[in-house]
């Protein structure tokens, strides 16, 4: 398939500068770039979806390099904001980069890993392009080809300028004047012609690719990606409570598969092709099978599995699927609790919020209350009285009930539960 034809189908295009982008990028052996923000240590699903648009033109054997933004965040973006952020300092902006390389490192070979295909990618530092310029260059080499008339008219410029309440000092800026050098020099310097982005970069981008035609009479290009949204309008990214990120440390990935489980059925075509690396033959059997059975939400658990395995390795998304198989399945959870390892019960613990137990031998209420099921004894037996807490699976009906050896699996674990969907893992200490 046409390199064009797959990232329109996949729903990764948006707009380009010049059609002949695919052509030349269609053809091998080219170079691109994409660039993320050292703000913290820790990329999230936002920028998964930039990930996904690289590795797809790194299937068709170009090589992608990720661009740190150390210099830029120095200084940052006006955009989107009503006034001056705080600037990070530079050991921080060293550990945050130094940290999202691992992570793109991780997520590139997995994909190698599931494709089968080697993806070639470099990381480049834009603090080096700066770090030996000083001002009168910067003014000479950058400054002379991009007009104030151009900057003050991008709107989230504007906004700030016109607002009497807001301001904008010259640091912010000249953030623009830094993302065209970046491009002009990895465009001379390693004859890097594309760069992709999101939508809501477009002025900036053409502005950019207008700096390298002056300069060098020559001609660069760009791509951009549409913001993703679910079909209530909501980005897709971002939990009820904040981002989610790709880091375990985090949010674990059981947290994230969660989060593609619960997605509604309208958007999950489409995030199939843009999340994942399944063919849109094996989409469309997903579609096909899902359809048989709604209910069994097939095509969301393919869809979290399959962004798992990117993100976090295959591990990870063998142990999400087990995890939900305890608290949601209806395969016999005590025969998958014999069969969990520790790392997998471990989770299993960190996601029920269970409770360590020091002996063999607990007393049911007082055992409600330590795992959080129950704030006191007397709620305990209300559960009791209603058969509304079960062991093992098995309805407690006895107030004075005491677990002993034979009710730990393997003499490890034990499972309470809630009504019928709340679960704590207990856990012999």
């Known amino acids: 398939m046409h390199l064009k034809q797959e990232l329109e189908n996949r729903g990764f295009v948006y707009q380009y500068s010049d059609e002949k982008v695919f052509d030349i990028y269609n053809k091998w052996w080219e170079i691109f770039y994409i660039w993320f923000d050292p703000s913290a240590d820790s990329l999230h699903l936002w920028n998964f979806c930039w990930i996904m648009?690289?590795?797809?033109?790194?299937?068709?054997?170009?090589?992608?390099?990720?661009?740190?933004w150390w210099a830029t965040w120095m200084i940052w973006d006006p955009g989107g904001k009503d006034s001056e952020r705080s600037f990070l300092d530079e050991q921080t902006l060293a550990n945050n980069t130094k940290a999202i390389s691992k992570q793109l490192q991780h997520i590139v070979d997995h994909?190698?890993?599931?494709?089968?295909?080697?993806?070639?990618?470099?990381?480049?530092?834009n603090y080096d392009f700066y770090k030996d310029m000083n001002f009168l260059s910067f003014l000479r080499e950058v400054g002379k080809y991009m007009t104030?008339?151009?900057?003050?008219?991008k709107e989230t410029v504007k906004k700030r300028i016109e607002d009497p309440d807001k301001s904008i000092s010259y640091t912010e800026f000249s953030y623009m004047l830094l993302?065209?050098?970046d491009f002009y020099n990895l465009f001379a310097e390693k004859w890097i012609k594309l760069q992709i982005w999101w939508?809501?970069?477009?002025?900036n981008l053409v502005t950019w690719v207008e700096l390298i035609r002056k300069k060098t009479d020559k001609e660069a290009y760009v791509i951009t990606l549409p913001l993703l949204v679910d079909s209530t309008g909501r980005?897709?990214?971002?939990?009820e409570w904040n981002a989610i990120w790709l880091d375990k440390n985090k949010?674990?990935?059981?947290?994230?598969?969660?989060?593609?489980?619960?997605?509604?059925?309208?958007?999950?075509?489409?995030?199939l092709k843009i999340l994942t690396l399944l063919s849109f033959e094996e989409i469309s059997k997903i579609v096909e099978q899902h359809n048989q059975a709604p209910e069994q939400r097939y095509w969301q658990r393919q869809l979290a599995k399959n962004v798992i395995k990117t993100i976090f390795g295959d591990e990870d998304a063998d142990q999400c699927e087990k995890i939900a198989e305890i608290l949601f399945g209806k395969e016999d959870k005590l025969e998958l609790l014999k069969n969990m390892s520790e790392t997998d019960l471990n989770a299993l613990y960190r996601e029920?919020?269970?409770?360590?137990v020091q002996s063999w031998e607990n007393n049911i209420l007082d055992l409600c209350v330590e795992a959080g099921l129950s704030s006191s004894k007397w709620e305990a037996k209300k559960l009791i009285g209603e058969w509304w807490l079960s062991l093992n699976e098995n309805k407690i009906v006895d107030l004075n009930f005491t677990t002993s050896q034979k009710d730990f699996i393997s003499s490890k674990v034990c499972l309470l539960r809630k009504g019928k969907k709340i679960f704590k893992l207990i856990i012999k200490k």
């Open 53 to 68: 648009l690289a590795i797809n033109l790194m299937k068709y054997w170009n090589k992608c390099y990720f661009l740190s």
């Open 111 to 125: 994909v190698a890993q599931i494709s089968g295909k080697q993806m070639e990618f470099d990381f480049v530092n």
């Open 148 to 153: 104030v008339n151009q900057m003050m008219a």
């Open 179 to 181: 993302q065209g050098y």
């Open 199 to 203: 939508s809501d970069q477009w002025g």
């Open 235 to 239: 980005k897709f990214w971002k939990s």
């Open 251 to 271: 949010n674990s990935p059981y947290f994230v598969y969660q989060y593609f489980i619960n997605t509604a059925d309208s958007d999950i075509e489409r995030f």
């Open 352 to 356: 029920t919020w269970g409770a360590e």
